[in-house]
């Protein structure tokens, strides 16, 4: 039995686990996986010219073999990719630049330009063919494979020219994938790309030779992403461990100053009479659990300024409106603005929401109805798939959208927009499709879209009113011309004519403007937007000073 | 700008990876954790037991300490683990037996045990404590952590004793975990394991010190799971040729015939008619992607036997019975034996679905009332979370349950069993609480739930009409006493008591036995269920052989 045992025990590299399990890496059907593909190309060409400060100018080409396979093209202009580390970067998992730092970023485990190689290879057999340069007058060119059992990268035709070439040029062939233009297809996914990223050029060009350009909305580069220190509030007993054992400071006290956000000398002197019993002066790499469990729980009992929240790169209020006008031209909308926010103690998010009615907005049935339609992205990257799981979905379906006169969200023209900022997004799975539904996010979602959805109750109220006058007004035009010619008799004066004329601009008066009582309700109104601020999270923003 | 990202370049190990996204474990929520930490040493204990024969005696308790952490210890009776392979299958991740075979299993990943024990050491930095013997004279123990960075175990304090021992103690301490008694809790894990394994004892001593045991309902020993032969429909490009260069036979042919199921020589001589261009004598490790293409199209074209089902382990309909009788005592039940079925052309699945009514069947909400339940499982193994993107949910939920009677699945008591069997469970995540929702499946499942649907329709629909013949009476019995003072003035003879006592009578005898009409209708219905057939998949099963 042990040794029957041990002939069939093996160790299986990460490549082998998720080729066994691509469905992990967004690889189930036809449709999604071809999303995927587009996805996690799109998403790195963004990454890349983001942190270059280069304005992203990406091509996207998708086209129909013979022999069945679909052939993917993406090029962009971002800063391409040293020769040396190519082969890693597209064709070793969990190998790359992203995987430790407190950076937002749209791609963060490295995993996913590997993955579609990956697929690549065990749909067709063919290598990705890529073509980078980073414009220092060489260009590199090679066909990748990947070995599975090692989770090495293979490469084969490997070629290094003269030239002035900036940027990365892949293309690879796949099967197993469809090409269509529903709401979860490439196109789909390249038009809410170009939404949450008005600075981004996208041409797309279809099987059948259609051109799309999603053109550049805004010339504004956006800032650097910029990589934080860890806040002493956001880290486990296990993180400091592992950050201390790896430190080559002499002592615990400068560890502490030089590894974390917000750690002050004068903390330090704060943790010394906190916790007397631990040694500022001990050398790092001795830190042993029992302490560092100690030292954590201080931590969380000192008072801290928030953690660094400038290294959030939101879309921006006025970008939103401006791409949501765009797009939707909707008859309302409105965008809130909400500060910044911690999770798990110390990893900043910040949330954006804003809701658009009417004109194009909604989702587009089957039926040809409109119904309500919710724009999920996570750094700027659109999330199409399981929306099941999603702390958006939780948060807008959640809602009471009575409360904002959405009589039934599932069948008014309305899109709500969620793009969640942060460090780290804690995606439910490694296809990054949904974001965990952790309670403080949950919350904060929640609040950011009520944030929006007020001044669209304002809205709608007033046409609900609006509707409701029209119907009374002319409910009683009805019986004017009958009343002015009673009246005269029932008073015994007056003429007919003239009564009526008084009585239609009496009506017209009436409710052409806001009476006595609507104006009434309107101020109440305003005082019920006031009681719903205890709930709006003013007091957590207390707390988090 | 190259030299700088080569500098942040590092590869990861997949302990890395999941120690940073631990919620795709299962680990995310305080009391998801504890039912996850749970769900992976009973399954692994379970599978221990099936593969050695051995009826399962397991035992979990879960101890609030002092210190905030809580400590799981979990014992089974099975055929534990040689000394020289416990290391690597409780601390390695992606090592271990499970990987790579065809074969029925609760686990099928090998990341399951060594997830729990990452887990303890992040949130507590303490080592797993084990003990095992394999009953052969020897009892190993040690304490057991995991170095991250090489995903490898380290054994501590190990120690090896003179003992007739058989089985696995196991035993760690966690933080971030909560326990209590509700619908994700361990508890209902544990009984629902019980409902879908009759053949295991379970006992379950909660922090309170209340011991809840989960008797064995029967003594048959479940076959033991074989290992199958992949089924040439089943096999993609990539697996052929790696098979195919890892195989030591001479000959492509005799490659063929030994290494995959149903591939007898008749088949190797219709292939060669069908592909005369490749030739069989080729040796396995020449065969290029171009070939292997080829053979895996010409598979597609060639007439094969269905897979080995024999390979499935259901639980049984008469157990399903038994246990749902045991738990639910309902008022009604039905279950549902459909023959096995393959999904993506050669991995056999099965379903067995079975539907409660009324009794303690359904779900109890927090307002008192009770709806609809879905009791999920894969290979007898509960599915307690992601029900939004599990295959389960969708095929019962896009069922029209008006058809059975069931007005609105969420307000009724009613309880529907599915256990999908396979030799490989498409999971959407490596935490493996929803099944993917390839079609096969969905459809498979819909149809099973249908089946068992139709008998609970008959008995609902003669529990409708009951109680509207009895709302008839009732109407008609009121006018009685009236219409018996009316008759005899109307017909000028008779006494109203006598015609009452006679009315009386036809009322009783007309409502409390069928009527032509009704008895009409009855046979009406029967053809009913008969029209449905076409959608049960009888064409399927046609096209299967």
Redesign the interface.
Known sequence: ??DE??S???????A??F???R??LGF??KIRSLTTLVHEYATNSLDACEE?GILPDIEVQIEQLDNGHIRITVEDNG?G??K??AG??LG?M????K???YMQQRGQ??IGASGAGMFA??????PVKFRTG?G?GKAFSADLKID?KTNKPLLEEEEEKDSAYRGLWIQAEFAEVKYDKGEYSPFEYLKRTALANPHAQILFIEPTGERTLFPRASDLIPEKPVEIQPHPLGI???DL??FAHASKERKLSSFFVNTFSRFSQGKVQELKEALPEVSMDMPPDELQ??D??KLVNAFKKLRWISPEMDALRPVGPEQVAKALKNIYNPEFMAVAERKPKVFRGGIPFMVEAAVAYGGNAGRRKADGSVGGDILRFANRVPLLF????CAIIDAVKGMDWRRYDIRDFEKEPVSVFVNFVSVHV?????GKQAI?D?EEIVEEIRLAVMDACRDMQRYLHGKVREAGREAKKKAILKYVTQLAQDLPLLAGKGKPKEIEKKLLQMIENKYSQLTLDEAEEEAANGNGVKEEKPETGNGDEAKEE
């Open positions: 039995m042990a045992m041990a069939q025990f093996r160790e299986h590299s990460i082998e686990f080729k066994k399990n469905q992990m189930s059907g270059a800063p990719i040293p040396k580390l890693k970067a070793q969990l190998a790359g630049t995987f430790h730092r485990q490295g290879q065990i749909t067709t057999g063919r980073t220092d599975f486990t007993t296990s461990v592992e659990w029992e560092a469990e399981d929306a099941g799981g804690p995606y439910t799975g490694a965990a952790e």
